[in-house]
């Protein structure tokens, strides 16, 4: 920021959001600007994942905030300060997100924590995606597979119809133990 001169609210608003933006880009994030509605956010993605690992949105009384999954703010939650961070429950939106972590300046180091806590769960998610994914392709192969195989050995039961021979013996005169 300049010295000397004083920001707007919605100037501050703007860099603070563009602050946050750039700690995902540093990571190799994609950013993408979207509106629901009236509102304007950003989802983050990893490059190459259909995931979206945070989103950022504006701060009523603030300058941006970070929406992220439970599990991220389990990793960030013991370095963050109850009495200079405001940390609201978001889960009630269901916009996939669980908690929105509020800054109020471009310069709030617990922007970077964020991000890479974000990140780094974001990576983990996608690589079990892509397990998933894998899995699922592979078992789709063996389920055509077999399916193929049963449809070779189907009869079909008006020309392959063959009276199934008897389990039990035959009994009477056409049994060659018959009177002996």
Known sequence: ???????SK????????????QAFAIQDC??????????????????GSTQRIAAIYG?????????VKEEVFALVRSELNPNTTRVEDV?????GFQWAIHFDSPDDPVIQ?????????????????IKRRKDDDRRALTRA?????????????????????????????SNPNWGK
Not at 1 to 7: H, I, P, Q, R
């Open 145 to 173: 597979d077999r399916e193929a195989e049963r449809k070779l050995k189907k009869r079909d039961p008006w020309n392959d119809y063959k009276k199934a021979p008897s389990p039990y013996p035959k009994v009477g005169p």
């Open 113 to 129: 924590v964020v991000a890479e806590a974000a990140v780094e769960h974001g990576k983990e998610r996608w690589a079990r995606a």
């Open 59 to 67: 701060s009523r009384g603030g300058g941006a905030s970070i929406w």
């Open 10 to 21: 919605n100037e501050l608003k703007r860099i603070t959001k563009a602050a946050c933006v």
């Open 91 to 95: 889960n009630s939106f269901n916009r």
């Open 1 to 7: 920021m300049a010295m000397g001169k004083t920001l």
């Open 30 to 47: 994609i950013a993408d600007e979207k509106t629901a509605g009236t509102m304007k956010y950003t989802p983050i993605s990893l490059v």
